[in-house]
């Protein structure tokens, strides 16, 4: 055999396994969660009853009130926390700044922490004898301590502190790494013609950032869709479902419940689903023909 023909099979090997591992791991549990979201029973008794699940879906009131709790995060977080990663993101890109690799390190840091440790620190600092409402009484702000876990408006408003708090960072890795492909000259060139810092980030830079934008909202996007340990650490979906996530639910049918896997598999998919829609709809809104 020759060495070309050697280093040929010794690369396919290497692809091959990989191509087995992804299948066996990856697109085989996927296929077989796909046939179990037509199947109807509790624990292992299942049965084929085609697409009563799916039809289900839509009379199911846990599961809409779900999905409105899901969709109020992604309205009101994804945006604030692609905007603040930007923003962050040009301010510490300036060349002036001191102590830039101080700042970048602890504003990325909470993306490292535990998902279980960070939950559980944040349930404490807004309790209701907390840290937080601590503070704001000695500031004057308010006048008796706000339920922030109990509340339900209040318990969505922590969750959304919550997750913009760990990946408002995440973001800004991106744009940062960007912004520093950005030729100088580009910007050198602005300031010659007399354009303000707002018009050359409006015209330069946000978009020479469109791709990783895009990027990071459809990952946003998909990450709040499957909001879990947030929720399930600070409230654990309460006070009364008002922040449960469609995550916590299918948790909730597969081991809190009666066990119900086949419905269970059908809401799964009911999140694939709409990460399809929303990820077609940001590159339509986005102009990518990509």
């Not at 299942?46 to 009563?52: I, K, S």
């Not at 015209?203 to 399930?232: A, H, N, R, W, Y």
């Not at 929303?278 to 986005?286: D, E």
Request: net charge positive.
């Amino acid at each position: 055999m020759s060495s070309h023909k050697k280093m040929n099979l010794i690369g396919w090997l290497f692809v091959g396994l990989s191509v087995i591992l992804i299948i066996t791991f990856y697109f085989y549990p996927m296929f077989q969660a796909l046939l179990l979201s037509f199947k109807t029973g509790t624990g292992a008794r299942l049965e084929y009853t085609g697409l009563d699940n799916y039809k289900r879906l839509f009379i199911d009131k846990t599961f809409l009130t779900a999905v409105g709790n899901t969709f109020i995060y992604l309205i009101i977080q994804v945006p604030a926390m692609i905007l603040l990663g930007l923003f962050i993101s040009v301010l510490l890109n300036d060349s002036k700044l001191k102590f830039k690799g101080f700042f970048r390190t602890a504003i990325f840091l909470p993306c490292v922490t535990s998902l279980v440790a960070y939950s559980v620190v944040f349930k404490y600092l807004f309790a209701g004898d907390g840290i937080v409402n601590m503070a704001l009484m000695k500031l004057h702000l308010i006048a008796q301590p706000i339920q922030w876990i109990t509340d339900p408006f209040w318990a969505k408003v922590t969750i959304v502190i919550a997750i913009t708090w760990r990946w408002t960072g995440y973001n800004m890795i991106f744009y940062l790494s960007a912004l520093q492909n950005i030729d100088n000259s580009i910007y050198e060139a602005a300031r010659i013609d007399g354009a303000s810092s707002t018009r050359q980030f409006f015209s330069i830079t946000v978009p020479l950032l469109k791709p990783i934008i895009l990027f990071t909202s459809i990952t946003s996007t998909i990450g709040t869709l499957q909001l879990f340990d947030e929720v399930m650490n600070i409230t654990r979906g309460g006070p009364g479902n008002s922040t449960l996530t469609i995550s916590q639910y299918i948790y909730n049918l597969s081991f809190k419940y009666t066990a119900d896997f086949g419905y269970a598999a059908t809401v799964s998919y009911s999140i694939v689903i709409m990460i399809i829609v929303l990820s077609i709809i940001q590159f339509k809104v986005a102009g990518d023909r990509k």
